[in-house]
């Protein structure tokens, strides 16, 4: 894969086995266009999604839950092409993949005991046990078995799908913006348990998510996308190797002229630059000089976003 | 399909159970008022009325449960596929009416043996009840059959226009001309009915009319609900 700017690393998983294949993957609507996107799901990864709200990372989602139509492209589920499945295949192949939506998406009327008992009906490997377990241990059970989901709190709720889509004996998760709107401690709650999920092996995330530390603690993989394209797709390690250097407009002017990130995007300030480095190391041997700190998952987005490349 | 099955009757129970005492409140003591002379018709009347408001109600209440919460996006991600929903929802709709029009036909019953109770002797109707409430579900089940292609491909939401149409259709009964062509179609019937010596002949064709425009109409909604987005 490749990204819009030629010094930032772009991933090559050499051949590594996927779960999750998304290949050129397009959507047109009304004033917005995703894609062509391709992007990989490791096997025993978690790939963290992140962009601006209206980016693409909810339609790159329903693309590959098959909610909505694709223009071009397509997905690949745990090798097999959906697009060619026939139905009876393809819900098959669904009982590996658990959703988990930003806001609880269960009929109203359904109780927590109505949702676990509706999930324990669509997947066959559900492991009433496994989710009697973890609504415990959440504090689900047995306080609010018969609680109605309408009267469930957002960290409830969230609480409650987790609980369903981890007992379901899925090998995929995809996950739309989880931790949005959860209380710090609900929030380390959740990572927590996705981080003892993927202990048990053969397991891989798709999680899009705004609270970028979220991802930092997590992902394995990030990927970035912007108005509809993805303008990265790296390592955390990668990221972690990134840094943003202040620089004045001499010393931009130095950088653009040189080898060392010079077709980098720099975003201006009243009196200075802040220029997004690849390689923090390499650019402080090549310019020892330059004050240049670590990036943040939230510098890269907001320079990839706003910066310009002059 | 069962896990749908069950998350259908999640919806519905309990409003269904809340809507039924209203009819029993609402209908049934309107009905024995208006038949102050107590005939067997006022028991099939008040049993027919229930079984149709209820058999729509719970299809509104279906579709409006799906587009609640996004529950109809959320149900794709589950093993299913889009034709299997369309097919539940078909199962699902019929197996309610003809419960709700069990329901119906015992709610005739009671009326009219209330009626011979309270009011004046008038015969149980046991039969006339059953035809009432379950030409009723038939009716409204067949009337859902034209609107659920449309419902499926832009939900109810946007679809909620086809649901004034019977309540259109009742008024338009009370228009000179319509209710002459109405009232020449029933006298039709009834002589058919007393050339055949029976009106069972006449059930069974509308039955079989109407089952094969619902499953009609089931094939053409999987089609309209494929090609939707969420």
Redesign the interface.
Known sequence: MTTAFASLPSLDLQGAPCDLRVVDVQKHYDGFRLGPVSLDIPRDSVVGLIGQNGAGKTTLMKGILGTIHLDGGNIELFGQNTSTLTDVALASLKERVGFVSAVTSYPVNMTVRDVARTYELAFPRFSRAEFERLATSMELLPSAAGKRVHDLSRGMGMKLQLACVLATGASLLIMDEPTAGLDPIVREEVLDLLRTWMEGGNKSILISSHITSDLSNLADYLAFIDDGQLVLNCGRDDVDAMGVAHLRTAELQAVRAGRVAHDMPALRHDLSYDLLVPDRTAFSRAYPDYVCDPASIDDVMVLLVKGEVR | M??LF??DW??????LVRYLWVCLIIIFPIVAMISAGATTGAGVMAGSMFTAMMVFYAMLNLFG?DE????E??R??????P??VVRERYAFLALTGMAIAAIGTAAGVLVNVGLSIFVAPTAPGVLEAIGGAYGSAVIALAYMALVMPYVFKVGIAKARITFSMPFILCLLFNVGPVREVTRGFIDSLERLEATLGSPVPIFAVIILVSAALYVSSMFIAERTYA?R??
């Open positions: 069962r896990a069950y998350a999640c919806c519905i129970r309990n409003t449960s609640a919460g996004d529950w996006q959320m794709l991600t589950l093993p299913v596929t034709r299997l090609r987005d969420f």
